[in-house]
């Protein structure tokens, strides 16, 4: 992770998790929505002795791409106030050009990923890149492995985020019941531990752990 801010805390720290289905929970093509990380996200950041009281409110769309997400993302922003805006998206943009996406692909990724965090932001949230996850289907194919953490470095570097946190540094494309069997999506225990691990990383992100 990198910390490229300090935030003035409120006594609540509202954190919107926007993204596509791994956001919304769904444990494969077809399941509909699970609860996800985001309550485990949110009992874990509890217990981390933080000096404001979180609440992680999720807002996953199934099949959404980044280029798909600027207006939902501003209808978001609007209808309610958040402190902070975590942004997992990209999978599905990537999904159709696999193991390797062409250039032209990434770069479209990268600058609607842009063009979202500078909304979040203009809204007078944090925002918070959180980079592809280690998947399965991506990362075990020629080149993939490779390509994600290509991709990855390009979002901490150039989406203009307050910050960043490695997706694929927190859930391990092998780690044992996390992946459904499509290889894309998490099993309820792999939602139950991304949640778990994004905490740290988040809460020293934002400077909120208590001294």
Known sequence: YENRSHM???VMLRILAFGDSLTAGWTSFSSGNTPGFAPHLQQALASYHLKVKPEVIPAGAPGRSASQSLQ?????LAASKYDVCLILLGA????????????HVVDGLIEQLKA????????GTTTVALGLLDHPMISSQPGGHAALNAINSRIEREVGADAYINGRALLSATQHGAWSSDTIHLTTEGYAALGKQLAKPLAETLSVCSE
């Not at 939902?72 to 978001?76: G, I, V, Y």
């Not at 999904?95 to 996406?101: A, E, F, K």
């Open 72 to 76: 939902p993302l501003e209808q978001q």
């Open 92 to 103: 599905n943009d990537l999904l159709p050009h696999l193991p390797v996406p062409p250039t």
């Open 8 to 10: 003035a805390l409120p």
């Open 116 to 123: 979202l965090h500078a909304t979040a932001r203009r809204a």
